[in-house]
């Protein structure tokens, strides 16, 4: 079956454009987590959605970076006027549902680099 | 702020060697998830611990909640090179609106010589 998807894989941008990193969760999902994870360290918590609500967005660094999933599957993550220190790898996961002892799969990531 | 502090970050053995990782915090947790992960793919879920004192094993590994839920340890016996990666211990809390949100410690990189 499929697992999280995410797009692009890579993305390269200038400093100050904006950017939007798309999330495709498992199918039927309600949950889905935004992380940014530096090499070789554990993923860092951004945001997080049960349905189409933001149900927390307390990791989210500035108010440069926004989430939305309007229909309560696809998610994007956008950044707005992207910075150098912006470039790290962002994970999505989702999970069946919210909860201590649900598994969430997460996604290949996409490497974010900022020039 | 819940924090969740690793050991070691590093670990380079050889094969057939033991080894333990630690995950240690001052705050009380619902649930310890134990997550591998290898180069260039995302994290995969190894086991969930929920009770104080609760042990859990999946073949050489074993997984220890500690009494109080503030603390967890994976031990690997007789570690393979196919043991390598990168290991991480997630902290989950069932209060308030970060139900479910999980809070990662920093990971060990484990790396296993033939």
């Known amino acids: 079956g499929a697992g999280v998807s995410q797009s692009p894989r890579y993305k390269v941008t200038k400093r100050g454009q904006d950017v939007a990193l798309r999330c495709d969760p498992i199918s039927g999902h309600v949950s889905l987590y935004w992380y940014r994870q530096a090499l070789g360290q554990g993923p860092e918590f951004l945001t997080y959605f049960n349905y189409e609500a933001q149900q927390d967005k307390s990791g989210l660094p500035n108010d440069r970076f926004s989430a939305e999933r309007p229909e309560g599957s696809i998610s994007t993550l956008t950044i707005q006027r992207t910075e150098q220190r912006d470039s790290a790898m962002y994970r999505c996961?989702?999970?069946?549902?919210?909860?201590?002892?649900?598994?969430?799969?997460f996604g290949p990531g996409t490497r974010l680099t900022v020039t | 702020t819940q924090l969740l502090e690793q050991s070691p970050q590093f670990l380079s053995i050889q094969e057939g060697e033991n080894l333990t990782v630690y995950c240690n915090s001052s705050?009380?947790?619902?649930?310890l998830q134990w997550y591998r992960q290898e180069p260039g793919e995302g994290p995969v879920l190894l086991v969930t611990?929920?009770?104080?004192?609760e042990v859990k094993k999946l073949k050489r590994l074993t997984f220890q909640f500690g009494d109080a839920r503030k603390d967890s340890s994976l031990h690997i016996t007789a570690a393979q090179p196919g043991d390598t990666g990168l290991y991480l211990c997630?902290?989950?809390?069932?209060?308030?609106?970060?139900?479910?949100?999980?809070?990662f410690g920093q990971g060990t990189i484990l790396t296993v010589h033939p």
């Open positions: 611990v929920v009770t104080g004192g």
């Open positions: 996961a989702s999970s069946r549902s919210a909860g201590v002892t649900y598994e969430q799969y």
């Open positions: 705050s009380v947790f619902s649930s």
């Open positions: 997630a902290g989950a809390n069932a209060g308030g609106t970060s139900y479910g949100k999980l809070t």
